[in-house]
T-cell receptor, first 115, second 116 residues
Framework: AQTVTQSQPEMSVQEAETVTLSCTYD???????LFWYKQPPSRQMILVIR??????QNATENRFSVNFQKAAKSFSLKISDSQLGDAAMYFCAYRSSGTASKLTFGTGTRLQVTL | DTGVSQNPRHKITKRGQNVTFRCDPI?????LYWYRQTLGQGPEFLTYFQNEAQLEKSRLLSDRFSAERPKGSFSTLEIQRTEQGDSAMYLCASSLISGTTRETQYFGPGTRLLVL
């Protein structure tokens, strides 16, 4: 079974600074997808960014980018120019590429953004 | 596109009672997922449907849990004889699977269940 580990329960960043959230995963599969989801307080979870394992190029979405290291099974999220609205729980998630499309989540990292 | 909706948003019940939650997916999404999220944890998969067919159930889904998706539209999740350990946020997500679309799961706001 696949597992996802987020070793940082909480992180803090100053507004306009850059922060990196860590995620590692364990799988025996060669093809899969990785995601970062954001869950603001009392609001629904939204997708931040996704990465296909077969792609060597790291995904980017505006201020959000990932560092995908397949051999190390590492998938970190970098948030540049942090904004107050970035404060939320961030979950790393794994999905197999086959028919089983369920997401396996990590325990999350709570990101605080300070002035 | 009105997003995934879930009702009720909050439910308080006494141990031993039955509860039912409803999820309305994004229109035309053919897959629907249920997850459970306890405090301090990430969501855990419970079950999912493709159209009206329930394709996978987690071992977390005990015999007291049942889910349906009649006509492949909305879904209900029923918990019978609730226990205090059932207290959690129940999340629904939907997605569109097609030959040319990368699947992305869109989540609803969740139903928070408290069993007293």
């Amino acid at each position: 079974a696949q597992t996802v580990t987020q070793s940082q329960p909480e992180m803090s960043v100053q507004e306009a600074e850059t922060v990196t959230l860590s995620c590692t995963y364990d799988t025996s599969e060669s093809d899969y997808y990785l995601f970062w989801y954001k869950q603001p307080p009392s609001r629904q979870m939204i997708l931040v960014i996704r990465q296909e394992a077969y792609k060597q190029q790291n995904a980017t979405e505006n201020r959000f980018s990932v560092n995908f290291q397949k051999a190390a099974k590492s998938f970190s999220l970098k948030i540049s120019d942090s904004q107050l609205g970035d404060a939320a729980m961030y979950f790393c998630a794994y999905r197999s590429s086959g028919t089983a499309s369920k997401l396996t989540f990590g325990t999350g990292t709570r990101l605080q953004v300070t002035l | 596109d009105t997003g995934v909706s879930q009702n009720p948003r909050h439910k308080i019940t006494k141990r031993g009672q039955n509860v039912t939650f409803r999820c309305d997916p994004i229109s035309e999404h053919n897959r629907l997922y249920w997850y459970r999220q306890t405090l301090g944890q990430g969501p855990e998969f419970l079950t999912y449907f493709q159209n009206e067919a329930q394709l996978e159930k987690s071992r977390l889904l005990s015999d007291r849990f049942s889910a349906e998706r009649p006509k492949g539209s909305f879904s209900t999740l029923e918990i019978q004889r609730t226990e205090q350990g059932d207290s959690a946020m129940y999340l629904c997500a939907s997605s569109l699977i097609s030959g040319t679309t990368r699947e992305t799961q869109y989540f609803g706001p969740g139903t928070r269940l408290l069993v007293l």
